[in-house]
């Protein structure tokens, strides 16, 4: 079974502190995306990757950074993390080319206190 | 505001019954694909349409895309409550990736 996973599925971190979301993906993709869930806004994009050392902002990139060192993985950084950032966090994964679908990672579950 | 509406925003139905979801916008879209997610997982793709007035069916699911390309709508018939679960559509712009809405969530009681 093809498939994305993330490190952690549930986390709460302290104000301030810095945190980092793992994701990893072994079928081979090229583009590997960070989505934030909250109730009401659906999926917003914060940073996707075309390629290795690639990144480009989303729409909500403010307080995030990204980093894609080997093609597998794509790492989520919250470089002060504020309670505005408690959410749920969702990777997802997907070959080159318009019309291909994502597969998702089953998500982690930020708290910030 | 949101590039892509979906409406309604909940629905509780009882089982057996039909029911249609859509999704909404004032932009042209390349694509639009339906997703369907359970709680406490990712969402899981049922189904990409590219093609302005294209009908696709995955057993009692009827996805179509607009003719315009800028809405959708997902039909369920006779309900199950297996079927219960967010759906999200997401609406993509000539290369761009892709954009969610915020989703209907169904429920669907024996």
């Known amino acids: 079974d093809v498939k994305v996973t993330q490190s952690s599925r549930y986390l709460v971190k302290r104000t301030g502190e810095k945190v980092f979301l793992e994701c990893v993906q072994d079928?081979?993709?090229?583009?590997m995306f960070w989505y934030r869930q909250d109730p009401g806004l659906g999926l917003r994009l914060i940073y996707f990757?075309?390629?290795?050392?690639?990144?480009e902002k989303g729409d909500i990139p403010e307080g995030y950074s990204v980093s894609r060192e080997k093609k597998e993985r794509f790492s989520l950084i919250l470089e002060s993390a504020s309670t505005n950032q408690t959410s749920m966090y969702l990777c997802?994964?997907?070959?080159?080319?318009?019309?291909?679908?994502?597969?998702f990672g089953s998500g982690t579950r930020l708290t910030v206190v | 505001t949101q590039l892509l509406e979906q409406s309604p925003q909940f629905l509780s139905i009882q089982e057996g019954e039909n029911l249609t979801v859509y999704c909404n916008s004032s932009?042209?879209?390349?694509?639009l694909q339906w997703y369907r997610q359970e709680p406490g997982e990712g969402p899981v793709l049922l189904v990409t349409?590219?093609?302005?007035?294209e009908v696709k069916k995955l057993k009692r699911l009827t996805f179509q895309f607009g003719d315009a390309r800028k809405d959708s709508s997902l039909h369920i018939t006779a309900a199950q409550p297996g079927d219960t679960g967010l759906y999200l559509c997401?609406?993509?712009?000539?290369?761009?990736?892709?954009?969610f809405g915020a989703g209907t969530r169904l429920t669907v009681k024996p």
């Open positions: 349409v590219v093609t302005g007035g």
């Open positions: 997401a609406g993509a712009q000539g290369n761009n990736d892709m954009r």
């Open positions: 990757s075309y390629d290795v050392k690639m990144k």
């Open positions: 079928m081979d993709h090229e583009n």
């Open positions: 997802a994964s997907r070959p080159g080319g318009a019309y291909y679908g994502y597969t």
């Open positions: 932009s042209v879209f390349s694509s």
